[in-house]
């Protein structure tokens, strides 16, 4: 990539620089909003922000303006666990997840063996990323290191900040998906030396889920992350109550599910654990001492009626949650789809999710999450100039009910956390009016948002 050239983007600006709390307000400090904002980027970060009339008399002569007036800028969308090889098996009826796991998803996977369609399906996913705003993923490839390849690649050349990782699984899966300990762990490393912190790539270790371990490629992956420790892992844990019975059959000597990964090194602070609905207290509290992230993948959860994930009991055992599509087994790679379902289950188990905690989950929430936070997450000055731009009237339905709370540009907190909420429940692709990548625009919405 060539360096972006300086642009100055201005807007509404709203940011979360801090944990907003569960509480109707956010907590003070937590929120910044400028009404009339201004990121001043260059060479791909943001050189500075604040105010449109305070930087406005230090910009250099002929620097491109980009005038958003009427939209919402906020930093760009993470989702901290999502299948790209599994785009193609989006909305596959009816099942829970073993049988899904081996009707739909194992069949599909099986055909990333071929690097070409790796490559299709790379550069689809990622249009789609950025056509929803969501400029940062934690990605599982498929087994074939062909596909990690496949997608580092695109990611790279749209300078992306992504992480990946080559799925491990050494058995109860089809032959043409299982490696071996060795091929594993001579894969792993080969990518790993590739691409980890090959400009904002960085690489996730990928042992499935237990089940589709051995001992030995546990163990083997857990050598792996004691060597280099900047590495980031990504698994599945205590999703399914099926899932959870196999687990303990595979693994009697385990005393549970999580002692299964903790035995072998796999909890760690940059290890992301999705799902993890059927957990007790200690089990959550020995992940929060590791330092661990919970992926609260709720379109997924419901989608595969795995239950309803208790948030707040995570919150009070201290454990750090993200947010994710888990798309495919997720309906929609939308971060707002995601918002919707979070706040629907919330609701079930009488823990609704402000719009203020749902923002923050999306963007620095997620980034600290992932231990990504010094790069990403808050558009603060040094930071990646990743930005999504909000369209608060997108839709028809949207329009009427934001003209209601006001123009983006002149409201009060209350009605701010209106309009946020609105876009939370209503909102989707059309609402992601543009979204920058690396100080560049990569998407703008062609239409205008009404079809
Ligand atoms: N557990 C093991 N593999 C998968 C997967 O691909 N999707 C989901 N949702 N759960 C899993
Ligand atoms: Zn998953």
Redesign the pocket.
């Known amino acids: 990539m060539t360096d972006p050239r300086p642009a100055l983007l201005r807007g509404p600006l709203v940011r979360l620089l801090d944990d907003p709390g569960e509480d109707d307000r956010p907590a003070p400090g937590s929120l910044s909003y400028l009404e009339d904002g201004a990121l001043w980027l260059e060479d791909g970060k943001v050189h500075a922000v604040g105010d449109y009339a305070e930087l406005a008399p230090r910009l250099p002569a002929g620097i491109e303006v980009v005038d958003y007036s009427g939209k919402l800028l906020m930093p760009g969308f993470i989702d901290s666990h999502v299948?790209f090889v599994?785009l193609d098996i989006l909305a596959s009826y009816g099942r829970q997840?073993l049988d899904?796991?081996n009707d739909y998803?194992f069949p599909e996977e099986c055909r990333f063996a071929e690097r070409a369609h790796g490559e299709a399906v790379a550069e689809a996913f990622l249009d789609e990323q950025l056509r929803v705003g969501t400029t940062t993923a934690q990605v599982?490839c498929s087994s074939h290191p062909q596909s990690v390849d496949a997608f580092f690649s695109a990611a790279r050349r749209r300078g992306l900040r992504m992480l990946a990782g080559k799925v491990l699984m050494d058995r109860n899966a089809p032959d043409a998906l299982t490696d071996s300990v060795a091929s594993g762990v001579a894969d792993s490393e080969r990518l790993i030396a590739d691409w980890h912190g090959n400009d904002r790539l960085g690489y996730s270790l990928t042992p499935?889920?237990a089940?589709?371990s051995t001992r030995a490629q546990l163990e083997a992956t857990g050598a792996i992350l004691r060597a280099a420790p900047d590495l980031h892992l990504q698994t599945?844990l205590a999703?399914?109550i099926g899932?959870i019975a196999w687990v303990a059959e595979l693994f009697p000597e385990a005393r549970d599910y999580l002692d299964v990964y903790e035995r072998f090194g796999l909890a760690g602070p940059r290890s992301t654990f999705?799902?993890g609905i059927h957990l007790d207290q200690p089990m959550r509290e020995r992940l929060a001492g590791a330092g661990a992230n919970i992926a609260f993948?709720p379109t997924?959860n419901l989608f595969?009626g795995?239950g309803l994930f208790d948030r707040l009991a995570c919150r009070e055992a201290g454990l750090a949650t993200s947010l994710a599509s888990?798309v495919?087994?997720?309906t929609d790679l939308s971060g707002f789809a995601t918002l919707k379902a979070a706040y629907q289950v919330g609701q079930l188990l009488g823990q609704p999710l402000t719009a203020w905690q749902g923002f923050y989950r999306l963007t620095l929430g997620n980034a600290r999450a992932l231990r990504l936070d010094q790069h990403i997450g808050a558009l603060r000055p040094g930071q990646e100039a990743d930005i999504v731009v909000l369209d608060p009237a997108a839709t028809p339905l949207l329009a009427r009910r934001t003209a209601r709370i006001g123009k983006p540009d002149s409201l009060d907190q209350a009605r701010l956390g209106e309009l946020l909420f609105a876009l939370m429940m209503l909102g989707d692709d059309r609402s992601v009016f543009a979204t920058w990548a690396g100080g560049e625009c990569v998407h703008r919405r062609e239409s205008d948002g009404t079809r």
């Open positions: 299948h599994q997840l899904w796991l998803t599982f499935r889920f089940p589709t599945h999703e399914n899932e999705a799902h993948c997924s595969l795995s888990d495919g087994a997720g």
